[in-house]
């Protein structure tokens, strides 16, 4: 799988802030609404995904991939 590269400071910098309060907020959204959530992303710092999700029990795993690529 090929990775993107050539991120600026700033860029990680943002990526690191803004990711970490996303992944509590989407979390949180899951447990509260009893829904499923799945928050995803690229970390340029480590080079790796990294995310958050919540499955409600009794449901089934959404085909997500699917879904991506109809984005």
């Known amino acids: 799988m090929a990775h993107p590269t050539g991120h600026t ?3 990680k910098e943002m ?3 803004r990711t ?3 992944m ?3 979390k949180e959204t899951g447990v509260l609404c009893n829904t499923f959530i799945s928050y995803v ?3 340029p710092t480590y080079k790796e ?3 958050v999700a919540h499955l409600p029990a ?3 795993m959404p085909d997500v991939n699917s ?3 109809t984005l």
Do not use: I, T
Request: glycine share 12%; charged share 25%; hydrophobic share 40%.
């Open 20 to 22: 970490v309060s996303g």
């Open 15 to 17: 990526a690191r802030k």
């Open 24 to 26: 509590s907020k989407a």
């Open 58 to 60: 009794g449901m089934e």
């Open 49 to 51: 995904l990294q995310g």
């Open 41 to 43: 992303f690229w970390n």
């Open 67 to 69: 879904f991506v690529r």
């Open 9 to 11: 400071k700033p860029q």
